[in-house]
């Protein structure tokens, strides 16, 4: 049976940032698995066995340098929703299929959502820094944060990631506003009691905190820049789980600094990480995560398997279940 085994091409196995162990047992049951590192030493070796990639946090990058090196590559399976790392045109032109993991991430996105749009309105990471000072002798009056419940919401993007944002919010009495490419069924918005903003513009101005869950597409790119931060209220909170690329940062740092709005808590920057002097980092109303917004095991393990699932469809010839095709 081991001989069956496809070959596959991972970034590394182990390591702080290679798959974890559990994980890498799910692979080995299906595949032959070799690490970038041992391909780029033999490549004649490896090269031509090898027929599916697999792409977890965006390496090994599917970049074309690599890619001609696997000349049997029949699949690039990559974790997670976003295909913006992705030259999908390219990649098919080599008679390559490429597929993602819709749906098995969103449960994990909203909740990282509501937890930074909640940690940042009661500044838990201010209480939590308070608490563990050794100088801390009295617990101060003055760390107020803002109420969640009853307050507005305002969702940018109302796919499956943001439907699940709206119906956390329900749960906290919020009142939501969403704003997407095509406006949901009225059933939808009855289900979460959504309110559908036709403009952006529309959303910002009304919203206590704003939330970011796009797909990064060229027209998402700069998507919240000076004008739209100008809109929010100075009391405004904005959070991003979608793409840095979404945001114009330095129009972010610039309102942070003038009270243009209230707060940010990012899970994603551009790049990631952001250089270690950059003024992002050393705003106190600033809350930044390292994109982990699908870093449960339980949505890991799920987004492995779907990979798996994919490759091992594209290998055999038959449809692929989340083959990207782009209109």
């Not at 940690?119 to 969640?148: C, F, W, Y």
């Not at 119906?167 to 009142?175: C, I």
């Not at 490419?181 to 959504?194: H, L, S």
């Not at 939330?211 to 739209?228: K, Y």
Request: neutral net charge.
């Amino acid at each position: 049976m081991e001989e069956e085994k496809t070959w596959a091409l991972v970034s590394e196995l182990g390591g702080e940032f290679g798959y974890l162990e559990e994980l890498s047992d799910i692979l080995k049951q299906h595949f032959h698995l070799v690490s970038h590192r041992d391909l780029l030493r033999n490549p004649a070796l490896y090269g031509p066995k090898i027929q599916v990639l697999l792409i977890w946090k965006y390496f090994p990058a599917a970049e074309p340098s690599l890619l001609r090196l696997l000349p049997s590559l029949k699949v690039v399976a990559s974790g997670g929703v976003g295909i913006d790392h992705l030259d999908v045109p390219f990649i098919n032109s080599l008679g390559v299929k490429v597929a993602n993991t819709p749906g098995v991430v969103s449960n994990a996105s909203a909740d990282l959502a509501m937890g930074l749009l909640l940690a940042s309105a009661r500044k838990v990471l201010e209480g939590h820094q308070i608490a563990v000072d050794p100088k801390t002798i009295n617990l101060p009056q003055s760390l107020m944060g803002v109420e969640v419940t009853g307050s507005t919401v305002g969702i940018v993007g109302m796919g499956e990631i943001g439907y699940k944002i709206a119906q956390r919010s329900k749960g906290f009495e919020m009142k939501i506003l969403y704003h997407n490419r095509t406006r949901r069924c009225v059933a939808d918005e009855r289900a979460v009691g959504a309110s559908y903003c036709q403009s952006l513009e529309e959303l910002l101005r009304r919203s206590d905190f704003v939330v970011i869950a796009v797909r990064l597409t060229p027209a998402t790119v700069g998507l919240i820049g000076h004008t739209e931060l100008s809109l929010m209220k100075p009391t405004a909170t904005l959070v991003n789980i979608s793409r840095g690329q979404v945001v114009v940062q330095d129009a972010l740092v610039e309102a942070l600094q003038s009270g243009g709005i209230r707060a940010a808590a990012l899970d994603v920057t551009h790049p990631e990480p952001l250089p270690r002097d950059h003024p992002l980092l050393s705003l106190p109303n600033v809350l930044i995560t390292p994109h982990i917004g699908i870093n449960t095991y339980d949505t890991a393990r799920a987004i492995v398997q779907r990979m798996v699932a994919n490759a091992v469809a594209a290998v055999k010839g038959r449809p692929v279940p989340n083959e990207v095709k782009l209109q």
